[in-house]
């Protein structure tokens, strides 16, 4: 709580506070008035002139009622006794006064005021606040002090006054603790409270009586009064007359409270007992009900069908009564004596919870036919008292002899039948209540006809109320200071599926706190308090149930559709098993202005995990609409389609993170380039992931079209990098120079050795740049660039997939229209048929979708063409004069390559495949790729490379053959061994060469390498300068056909 604001809540309640001591105020006053009247009824003054002869008349009704208006006082003195934070929050604004006091301009307020609120508030507090409100009404003055009625010295009032609370109390002491026990627990309380009057009042005790008092103890040990407040009798009785109390000894008790503690451990260990013998009565109980409620009424049967009845709706009324009281002590006990209460216990008792208000649910459900019932059970009450007394009537009236008593006797019993005939109100009962204490005096009833009267009487005021009275008995308010047992019966519940419709029952128990609540007087408004306890029990009901519920149907459907994993033992005969499908039976649950659909929190939560795991991976689509499919079928939920765009199971790496990670993943992958295919390099699995055209066109179908275009543009920023690289290589002096220097050495050789690019020279070059150095790893500056090249060339082999993916994908998507020469127009079609504006909208979207996926299919960009025309002018440019020796490296380049090529190879076949791999044709590309962006093919076909280095190793293989058929004269074995070797390897790597020579050939396909740069410009003006002849003729034509028009 913030800082002031238990002074601000305080300062909200004081209108109330006023509000309760206008209230005891006023109790004091009845009270007063009550004692008055009663003594001046029995007056013990013989001479004086008496109101009515009120010998042998008994009004025990007015002692009753006087009982209950102590009770309400007394409870008010327990509830504030009990309210510790009412009192510190008191004891904070009476600071918070004194403060005001010493500068009270600083709040606002005139000085003047103060004074009289302070007297106000001291007043409040020596009323209400010190625990003396039952005690300041029974110390008031009750003598007159100007000669009026007089009471303590009242004898005859006295006796009476004491027979009355002896009488109330034999009759309270029998039925104290049976099955038909009504209200006898709240009329002790109230005779306590008028024994402790009577004492005040007269200072005379009756010992046996007082002890009479307290040996209730052990049968009741504790009265709760109101919700959560419990009392103890013993306590009372030995605080408010202490004079008694030490008549007794000690030991008696002391073992009253050792009693109490026994009680409730006998109370917890009984309560799994009570709930079983409860449950049957109480259903049984409500069969009775189903069936007598159901039942034809037979005119003939009529009175003893309503006795039937009314038996019945009492029985269920006596049942609500003891188990509400069984719940309220026992809850309570454990709270207020602070002790444990065991996990068994607490399930008990909210089983009782729920057997209460399953009483409370059976008079609600069936009201209508309880409401007529009623009415007639009344009436027939009525009539068996009327009976009763007309028959004593006319025993009065035979008696010949008058005397102003018999009369007194006879306007009673005329009053108390004239009160019957009519509506049973409270009013009237209570005036034939009073009536019949005057009238059965004189031994006008026999003993057989009073009892049966006074048993009609008591079924009348049930009867009459019983819709109040169940509704009191069935009120589970208190279960607001016990909310902590919550959270253990729903984890009973979903222990225990099986009944999980009791959940209704504890909800509406719960909701009965909410009318409390809203007379709630110290917050701006009582909203705020009902918000913090719907938040709470929200909060519970998620964690301790619906929380677990969710997870618990997840993990079942994740097994099930995992069963081929073998994860646990799911065997039912050993882990058990609960079917949890009966929570998605049930309705949905009212709380507070919600209902609580059970089964729609879980479907809602499993369809949104489902499409956000889908969402992360959306290759799982696959498994999530198994689980779906099965959550339908196992559980009932109704599923919504998650309408993610599916991807296969065999989608590879997806185009977004090849995009996203270019640089990664050209390093990583190799490219092959005839079958369309892309290999990774290495893996730590035990398998290599490849990715091919239906990968990309699975991916592309995923995120649509518009991701091809983004993908090349992020190719084109990745080459920009790596051309920078290239061109710094090139720029090299070290480099520079050797190319410069084999260039000048072919053009002087080059007549003389057939226009052949010589291979030692080749060689040369790659041994002379080892010596410039080498990396850890052992690669030379060759190596790197060599390196660099193939990566250019994954990035075009990576650009050209995608194209065939793109391809793949429109003829996949175009394969449902049956002829792509002839689309039928469907706007067109619509509109003749004239059709709504919503078909029409439809119709056009559907043709542009056709168009697009005809247009897709039929070209597909040329994206190698933007490709060389973005970077063909930058290369070609006079600044980068030096990539124009780019033609002369590449033979070492070759060479290069292809002694990696044949070691990645050779790894193949040994153990440790580091480094291992059969295709690389991103280097093919590469070299292709830069030659034409610098227009260096014819440059690098006058090298003749290829076939230098066929002749070169043809010329090597015919010699060592030659060798072969010398030395097998010989027979030298050895030699032999090593001739056929060197042939081997020799064989290896013209085929490798050649393999080289026509990934090359391929490659430079894609980049139209029959054409020169000049040559590409020439045939670009010529179809530029054709377009426009064309639009020429156009215009010439329309010119000569205008005057015609004219």
């Given at each position: 709580?913030?800082?002031?604001?238990?002074?601000?809540?305080?300062?909200?309640?004081?209108?109330?506070?006023?509000?309760?001591?206008?209230?005891?105020?006023?109790?004091?006053?009845?009270?007063?008035?009550?004692?008055?009247?009663?003594?001046?009824?029995?007056?013990?003054?013989?001479?004086?002139?008496?109101?009515?002869?009120?010998?042998?008349?008994?009004?025990?009704?007015?002692?009753?009622?006087?009982?209950?208006?102590?009770?309400?006082?007394?409870?008010?003195?327990?509830?504030?006794?009990?309210?510790?934070?009412?009192?510190?929050?008191?004891?904070?604004?009476?600071?918070?006064?004194?403060?005001?006091?010493?500068?009270?301009?600083?709040?606002?307020?005139?000085?003047?005021?103060?004074?009289?609120?302070?007297?106000?508030?001291?007043?409040?507090?020596?009323?209400?606040?010190?625990?003396?409100?039952?005690?300041?009404?029974i110390?008031?003055?009750?003598?007159?002090?100007?000669?009026?009625?007089?009471?303590?010295?009242?004898?005859?009032?006295?006796?009476?006054?004491?027979?009355?609370?002896?009488?109330?109390?034999?009759?309270?002491?029998?039925?104290?603790?049976?099955?038909?026990?009504?209200?006898?627990?709240?009329?002790?309380?109230?005779?306590?409270?008028?024994?402790?009057?009577?004492?005040?009042?007269?200072?005379?005790?009756?010992?046996?009586?007082?002890?009479s008092?307290?040996d209730?103890?052990?049968?009741?040990?504790?009265?709760?009064?109101?919700?959560?407040?419990?009392?103890?009798?013993?306590?009372f009785?030995?605080?408010?007359?202490?004079?008694?109390?030490?008549?007794?000894?000690?030991?008696?008790?002391?073992?009253?409270?050792?009693?109490?503690?026994?009680?409730?451990?006998?109370?917890?260990?009984?309560?799994?007992?009570?709930?079983?013998s409860?449950?049957?009565?109480?259903?049984?109980?409500?069969?009775?009900?189903e069936?007598?409620?159901?039942?034809?009424?037979?005119?003939?049967?009529?009175?003893?069908?309503?006795?039937?009845?009314?038996n019945?709706?009492?029985?269920?009324?006596?049942?609500?009564?003891?188990?509400?009281?069984?719940?309220?002590?026992?809850?309570?006990?454990?709270?207020?004596?602070?002790?444990?209460?065991?996990?068994?216990?607490?399930?008990?008792?909210?089983?009782?919870?729920?057997?209460?208000?399953?009483?409370?649910?059976?008079?609600?459900?069936?009201?209508?036919?309880?409401?007529?019932?009623?009415?007639?059970?009344?009436?027939?009450?009525?009539?068996?008292?009327?009976n009763?007394?007309?028959?004593?009537?006319?025993?009065?009236?035979?008696?010949?002899?008058?005397?102003?008593?018999?009369?007194?006797?006879?306007?009673?019993?005329?009053?108390?039948?004239?009160?019957?005939?009519?509506?049973?109100?409270?009013?009237?009962?209570?005036?034939?209540?009073?009536?019949?204490?005057?009238?059965?005096?004189?031994?006008?009833?026999?003993?057989?006809?009073?009892?049966?009267?006074?048993?009609?009487?008591?079924?009348?005021?049930?009867?009459s109320?019983?819709?109040?009275?169940?509704?009191?008995?069935?009120?589970?308010?208190?279960?607001?200071?016990?909310?902590?047992?919550?959270?253990?019966?729903?984890?009973?519940?979903?222990?225990?599926?099986?009944?999980?419709?009791?959940?209704?029952?504890?909800?509406?128990?719960?909701?009965?706190?909410?009318?409390?609540?809203?007379?709630?007087?110290?917050?701006?408004?009582?909203?705020?308090?009902?918000?913090?306890?719907?938040?709470?029990?929200?909060?519970?009901?998620?964690?301790?149930?619906?929380?677990?519920?969710?997870?618990?149907?997840?993990?079942?459907?994740?097994?099930?559709?995992?069963?081929?994993?073998?994860?646990?033992?799911?065997?039912?005969?050993?882990?058990?098993?609960?079917?949890?499908?009966?929570?998605?039976?049930?309705n949905?649950?009212r709380?507070?202005?919600r209902?609580?659909?059970?089964?729609?929190?879980?479907?809602?939560?499993l369809?949104?995990?489902?499409?956000?795991?889908?969402?992360?991976?959306?290759?799982?689509?696959?498994?999530?609409s198994?689980?779906?499919?099965l959550?339908?079928?196992?559980?009932?939920?109704?599923?919504?389609?998650?309408?993610?765009p599916?991807?296969?199971?065999?989608?590879?790496?997806?185009?977004?993170?090849?995009?996203?990670?270019?640089?990664?993943?050209?390093?990583?992958?190799?490219?092959?380039?005839?079958?369309?295919?892309?290999?990774?390099?290495?893996?730590?699995?035990?398998?290599?992931?490849?990715?091919?055209?239906?990968?990309?066109?699975?991916?592309?179908?995923?995120?649509?079209?518009?991701?091809?275009?983004?993908?090349?543009n992020?190719?084109?920023?990745?080459?920009?990098?790596?051309?920078?690289?290239?061109?710094?290589?090139?720029?090299?002096?070290?480099?520079?120079?050797?190319?410069?220097?084999?260039?000048?050495?072919?053009?002087?050789?080059?007549?003389?050795?057939?226009?052949?690019?010589?291979?030692?020279?080749?060689?040369?070059?790659?041994?002379?740049?080892?010596?410039?150095?080498?990396?850890?790893?052992?690669?030379?500056?060759?190596?790197q660039?060599?390196?660099?090249?193939?990566?250019?060339?994954?990035a075009?082999?990576?650009?050209?997939?995608?194209?065939?993916?793109?391809?793949?994908?429109?003829?996949?998507?175009i394969?449902?229209?049956?002829d792509?020469?002839?689309?039928?127009?469907?706007?067109?079609?619509?509109?003749?048929?004239?059709?709504?504006?919503?078909?029409?909208?439809?119709?056009?979207?559907?043709?542009s979708?056709?168009?697009?996926?005809?247009?897709?299919?039929?070209?597909?960009?040329?994206?190698?063409?933007?490709?060389?025309?973005?970077?063909?002018?930058?290369?070609?440019?006079?600044?980068?004069?030096?990539?124009?020796n780019?033609?002369?490296?590449?033979?070492?380049?070759?060479?290069?390559?292809?002694?990696?090529?044949?070691s990645?190879?050779?790894?193949?076949?040994k153990?440790?495949?580091?480094?291992?791999?059969?295709?690389?044709?991103?280097?093919?590309?590469?070299?292709?790729?830069?030659?034409?962006?610098?227009?260096?093919?014819?440059?690098?076909?006058?090298?003749?490379?290829?076939?230098?280095?066929?002749?070169?190793?043809?010329?090597?293989?015919?010699?060592?053959?030659?060798?072969?058929?010398?030395?097998?004269?010989?027979?030298?074995?050895?030699?032999?061994?090593?001739?056929?070797?060197?042939?081997?390897?020799?064989?290896?790597?013209?085929?490798?060469?050649?393999?080289?020579?026509?990934?090359?050939?391929?490659?430079?396909?894609?980049?139209?390498?029959?054409?020169?740069a000049?040559?590409?410009?020439?045939?670009?003006?010529?179809?530029?300068?054709?377009?426009?002849?064309?639009?020429?003729?156009?215009?010439?034509?329309?010119?000569s056909?205008?005057?015609?028009?004219?």
């Amino acid at each position: 709580m913030v800082e002031g604001d238990c002074q601000i809540q305080m300062g909200r309640f004081i209108s109330f506070l006023q509000e309760l001591s206008c209230f005891v105020t006023r109790c004091y006053e009845v009270v007063m008035n009550v004692v008055h009247q009663l003594a001046a009824l029995y007056i013990s003054n013989k001479i004086a002139p008496k109101i009515i002869e009120t010998t042998g008349v008994h009004f025990q009704t007015m002692y009753e009622h006087l009982g209950e208006l102590l009770t309400v006082l007394l409870t008010l003195d327990e509830i504030i006794d009990n309210h510790i934070t009412l009192k510190d929050h008191w004891t904070m604004y009476k600071r918070l006064l004194k403060s005001v006091h010493h500068n009270p301009s600083k709040f606002g307020i005139q000085e003047e005021k103060l004074k009289p609120f302070e007297k106000f508030l001291l007043k409040l507090e020596g009323q209400l606040l010190d625990g003396m409100i039952f005690q300041a009404c029974i110390e008031q003055q009750f003598d007159s002090l100007n000669g009026g009625v007089s009471v303590s010295k009242n004898s005859t009032f006295a006796e009476e006054f004491a027979h009355s609370i002896r009488s109330i109390f034999a009759n309270v002491e029998a039925k104290l603790g049976e099955p038909s026990e009504i209200d006898q627990r709240d009329k002790y309380v109230g005779i306590c409270g008028l024994f402790v009057l009577h004492f005040q009042i007269f200072r005379t005790i009756d010992k046996k009586f007082y002890k009479s008092l307290l040996d209730i103890c052990k049968k009741v040990p504790a009265i709760t009064l109101t919700a959560n407040i419990i009392w103890f009798p013993d306590n009372f009785l030995i605080r408010k007359i202490p004079a008694a109390a030490k008549l007794l000894d000690r030991k008696s008790l002391q073992a009253i409270k050792i009693h109490r503690d026994t009680f409730l451990q006998q109370k917890a260990q009984s309560l799994t007992k009570d709930v079983q013998s409860y449950y049957v009565f109480v259903s049984s109980w409500m069969m009775k009900m189903e069936s007598i409620l159901s039942k034809e009424q037979r005119m003939d049967k009529f009175a003893e069908d309503l006795t039937n009845r009314c038996n019945v709706f009492i029985q269920g009324f006596l049942y609500a009564y003891s188990i509400s009281t069984i719940i309220k002590t026992t809850m309570n006990l454990y709270m207020s004596m602070q002790k444990p209460m065991t996990k068994t216990s607490v399930k008990a008792l909210c089983r009782l919870v729920e057997l209460l208000k399953a009483i409370e649910h059976m008079f609600y459900r069936r009201s209508m036919v309880v409401a007529d019932s009623v009415s007639h059970i009344t009436q027939h009450l009525q009539h068996q008292a009327l009976n009763s007394i007309s028959v004593a009537k006319k025993r009065v009236i035979s008696d010949k002899k008058y005397s102003e008593q018999r009369l007194d006797v006879l306007s009673a019993l005329v009053l108390a039948e004239n009160t019957l005939n009519g509506p049973s109100t409270k009013q009237r009962r209570l005036i034939v209540s009073l009536a019949l204490s005057v009238g059965t005096q004189m031994k006008t009833f026999k003993d057989e006809e009073l009892f049966p009267l006074q048993v009609v009487m008591k079924k009348l005021d049930l009867i009459s109320e019983l819709r109040e009275r169940v509704q009191t008995q069935c009120d589970c308010c208190f279960l607001y200071w016990h909310r902590a047992v919550f959270p253990i019966y729903l984890d009973d519940v979903y222990e225990n599926a099986v009944d999980a419709a009791r959940l209704h029952y504890m909800f509406s128990a719960l909701r009965d706190c909410v009318p409390a609540m809203m007379h709630a007087r110290h917050l701006a408004s009582y909203e705020i308090l009902l918000d913090c306890y719907d938040k709470e029990i929200m909060e519970i009901l998620n964690e301790h149930l619906l929380d677990k519920l969710c997870k618990e149907i997840e993990k079942d459907l994740r097994l099930s559709v995992h069963t081929h994993l073998k994860l646990d033992d799911r065997n039912p005969f050993k882990v058990g098993m609960k079917d949890l499908a009966l929570f998605f039976s049930l309705n949905p649950i009212r709380f507070f202005n919600r209902f609580i659909d059970i089964r729609a929190y879980v479907t809602h939560y499993l369809d949104k995990t489902f499409y956000n795991l889908t969402t992360v991976a959306l290759h799982d689509w696959a498994t999530y609409s198994e689980m779906r499919n099965l959550a339908t079928q196992r559980y009932g939920l109704v599923m919504t389609e998650a309408h993610l765009p599916s991807q296969t199971l065999e989608q590879g790496l997806d185009v977004l993170e090849i995009m996203r990670n270019i640089h990664i993943f050209v390093s990583r992958y190799l490219y092959n380039l005839n079958n369309q295919i892309f290999i990774e390099r290495t893996s730590n699995n035990k398998h290599l992931n490849t990715i091919n055209i239906r990968h990309i066109a699975n991916s592309i179908r995923t995120h649509g079209t518009g991701i091809m275009n983004t993908t090349v543009n992020f190719t084109y920023q990745f080459l920009k990098k790596k051309f920078y690289i290239f061109s710094q290589f090139m720029y090299d002096e070290h480099i520079k120079s050797r190319l410069i220097k084999d260039i000048r050495f072919f053009r002087e050789i080059k007549d003389q050795n057939d226009h052949k690019y010589p291979f030692d020279r080749a060689e040369k070059f790659n041994r002379g740049i080892r010596k410039l150095g080498i990396t850890p790893e052992g690669q030379s500056y060759l190596d790197q660039f060599r390196q660099l090249i193939s990566q250019i060339g994954n990035a075009m082999g990576y650009v050209r997939m995608i194209r065939s993916g793109g391809l793949h994908c429109s003829s996949n998507a175009i394969r449902f229209v049956p002829d792509l020469e002839d689309i039928v127009n469907f706007e067109e079609l619509v509109k003749e048929e004239g059709l709504a504006e919503e078909t029409l909208k439809a119709a056009r979207h559907l043709d542009s979708v056709l168009s697009d996926h005809t247009r897709n299919s039929a070209e597909g960009t040329e994206y190698f063409k933007m490709l060389v025309d973005v970077f063909a002018p930058e290369f070609r440019r006079p600044k980068n004069i030096h990539l124009r020796n780019f033609y002369i490296i590449v033979p070492p380049l070759t060479l290069n390559f292809v002694e990696h090529s044949i070691s990645c190879k050779e790894k193949l076949n040994k153990k440790n495949k580091i480094g291992a791999a059969f295709t690389d044709d991103g280097f093919a590309m590469g070299v292709a790729y830069i030659l034409k962006l610098l227009d260096q093919y014819r440059e690098f076909d006058s090298l003749h490379w290829f076939q230098s280095v066929r002749e070169k190793y043809l010329k090597e293989i015919r010699a060592v053959a030659k060798q072969q058929n010398v030395q097998s004269t010989s027979q030298d074995e050895k030699l032999l061994q090593t001739m056929n070797l060197t042939q081997k390897r020799l064989d290896v790597y013209l085929q490798e060469f050649e393999l080289l020579y026509f990934s090359l050939s391929s490659a430079r396909i894609f980049f139209r390498a029959d054409k020169t740069a000049a040559e590409e410009n020439q045939e670009k003006k010529e179809k530029e300068e054709e377009t426009k002849t064309n639009n020429g003729d156009l215009s010439d034509s329309t010119g000569s056909a205008d005057p015609v028009v004219k």
